[in-house]
């Protein structure tokens, strides 16, 4: 006589087959959020704090006679420097002051 397998047995079937594929998921999930971590890594995070790096030597570094961008476009020559301050002539006799972070670049000698 066959026994009658009633919903509870099948769940209870299903529910112990599949417990022992759910371990092996937490792992490889695991694994693939590493993998992603360290993609986004190297390809946005480390470029980035390079740039930030190199943006503040190249503050630091600046003297009296360069010549540099502002980040609003303004090409100058620097005639002062404070900490925080960097006075521009930009041209004749027209000086203008900005903030020492809002220098971009520092451009080769002879280009303005």
Sequence with gaps: ??????LTDIAYAMGSAGGGAAGGGDLSFI???AILFA?????????????QKELKEMLANLKHGDVVVTTGGIHGKITALTETIVTL??????KIKVSRGFISAVLPKGDQ
């Design 89 to 94: 002539e930009i041209a004749d006799k027209v």
């Design 31 to 33: 694994v693939m959020m």
């Design 39 to 51: 993609i986004f890594y190297f390809l946005i995070i480390r470029p980035q704090q390079k740039k």
């Design 1 to 6: 006589m066959k026994e009658d397998l009633t």
